[in-house]
């Protein structure tokens, strides 16, 4: 138990569909982040907040929003997604920027 | 850009058995090298880690040493059980605020 919890556990959508994923922690953490683990690929770096505000964010395609409404809560807000998004996506908090990660257990969303 | 290599997997030993898993890395400055380890249903989390030439991370019996001549961070442990099966990722990080880079990971099957 790494004290950073993700649900759903799994989704499946459609194309069409809007879903959202969620992240929480209460380890007093200022820095959230969102990966994305696909097969035979690096982890690849989403989005990241520092005190609630989007520090980065690496060239993710618009029909993934992110929302950081306070420091313990991160969502990922999908929206039109396509079969090459299905993946696990991995939600990770840090004291702050460049302190140890501490990940969650993933949501593995299948798009279909 | 900075990049991590992981040799492919799966690994599959016998309980007892030795362990090395290769990782080398390009960077652009002097990066801290990190090994996360992935159990089945779980997010990644830190097993060890070296944040400078010669430095030798270690925990649960896993050790690596940081080889700036060979850009190599190889992960190896004496004696492996059949519950150290999981993924095991490589990374780095420049820079004290930077994002970590990862490996694509390098699942390990131990078996009596």
């Known amino acids: 138990e790494t004290g950073v919890t993700q649900t759903p556990r799994h989704l499946v959508m459609g194309m069409t569909n809007k879903k959202s994923l969620k992240c929480e922690q209460h380890?007093?953490?200022?820095?959230m982040y969102w990966y994305k683990q696909s097969a035979k690929k690096p982890l690849e770096l989403m989005f990241v907040y520092s005190l609630e505000e989007r520090v980065e964010n690496n060239s993710v395609p618009s029909r993934f929003s992110p929302e950081c409404p306070n420091s313990s809560h991160l969502f990922l807000h999908l929206h039109t997604l396509q079969p090459e998004d299905s993946a696990l996506y991995l939600c990770?908090?840090?004291?702050?920027?460049?302190?140890?990660?501490?990940f969650g257990s993933g949501t593995q969303l299948s798009v279909l | 850009g900075d990049s991590v290599t992981q040799m492919e997997g799966p690994v599959t030993l016998s309980e007892e058995a030795f362990l090395t898993i290769n990782c080398t890395y390009t960077?652009?400055?002097?990066?801290?090298l990190f090994w996360y380890v992935q159990y089945p249903g779980e997010g990644l989390q830190l097993l060890l880690k070296a944040t400078k030439a010669d430095d030798k991370g270690s925990n649960k019996g896993f050790e690596a040493t940081y080889r700036k001549e060979t850009t190599s961070f190889h992960l190896e442990k004496g004696s492996v059980q059949v519950s150290d099966s999981a993924v095991y990722f490589c990374a780095l990080m420049v820079g004290t605020a930077s994002k970590l880079t990862f490996g694509t990971g390098t699942r390990l099957q131990v078996t009596l």
């Open positions: 960077a652009t400055g002097y990066p801290s």
């Open positions: 380890l007093g953490h200022n820095a």
């Open positions: 990770a908090s840090s004291l702050s920027r460049g302190e140890k990660l501490f």
